[in-house]
């Protein structure tokens, strides 16, 4: 019998990212296209759809591997991103970015209807993008879609389904896997909703014609995918309550994986759920952003080797780079703190991390207080997953073995769900 590949398509800011796996989840090839720049004009952030399905169809041409043999396919992309299209899938509007922050006045519509736990707060959520866009009028749309879901649909020749983790921005209740009650408040049109399906399970077979066009075996079946965010933890192999992924950017990002949903919407903590699990997560202020606001790029990699992770600072930091913090401390105004500063720069560095330690130690036992499992290990991954150092003292600090992702691409995250047909 032939070798089954698994394909994982990757929709991100940048590019287009293709992995393909085999059932032993090693890869076998890899691909990616560039992407333009989304167009902006103050808070309105937008993009062509078209560019992302061309770019799709480039990076999967570009796969050096009998591309007959793709048994499955999934599909993440950025959360959040919305765009409306009529029946037959064609786009009635530009994709709204994730980052697109013009629907305000929908958003405090919103606010003043949805649960606090809900994930259709904020500006940039795909419930406030899609009043915006329903309310400039135009041709009726028959489908609101996210970006990976457009995608998916283009492959599977039909457009009525998103997945757990993507609706949840648009107000999709995963506690009870229903869009909840509330939205008819808002006059949101329940014709437009896609039916949501679990990460991972199957939409359908390939289009005929979109097996052809791409040189696909017509057997190649279409699966359900997820955000990027979540793409990327599926990457790291965490499968165990406890098992946290750690993001060390210029924030700070913390996710655990529970057995049961954790929520505090005064602080940014929301659950996407897999499967019969959940991924709880809230983002600090404090990272490498807080790091270079007191030395340049060049200055840390030249300190770093000069690091003593064992002999600790006794410094109390809690770097920030301006003033206010999401989580674990909700205060919009908490202040820096970082001094006293000593007249040693590297000493002054280690302080630095053992205060980013510290506050990620902080936040998985916020997590923990408010239902999170306890923590089990942490997998690192950013830029400064590198720092040998750093791992030591945020070994230290969290108690738990801390270890570096061997993947962390979504796409390879994505080729996973195609291949465990769910989440692994």
Known sequence: MARELFLGIDLGTGGVRACAIDAAAQIVGTATTALPAPRQAGDAIDQAPALWWTAVVET????????????????????????????????????????????GAEATRIGGIAPAESGAHGRSSALAKLLHLLAQGGAAPKHALHQADWIAGKLAGRFDGSDENNALKLGYDPVTRRWPDW??????????LPQVRVPGTEIGVIDAQMARLLGLSPSTRIHAGTTDGVAAFIATRASQPGDAVSSLGTTLVVKLLADKPVFAADQGIYSHRLGDRWLAGGASNTGGAALLAHFSAAQLEAMTPKLKPAQPTGLDYYPLPKPGERFPIADPNLAPRVTPRPDDDVTFFQGLLEGVAAIEAMAYRRLGELGAPALRRVISIGGGAKNAAWSEIRHRLLGVPVAVAEQTEASYGAALLALHAGPP
Do not use: H, Q
């Open 60 to 103: 999967i041409g570009k796969l050096e591997l009998d591309r007959a043999a793709i048994a499955r396919i999934s599909v993440d992309g950025t959360s959040g991103t919305l765009l409306l299209t009529d029946g037959d899938g064609v786009p009635l509007t530009p994709g709204l970015m994730y980052n697109d922050a013009r629907a």
């Open 183 to 192: 939205l008819d408040k808002l006059d949101v049109p329940r014709a437009l």
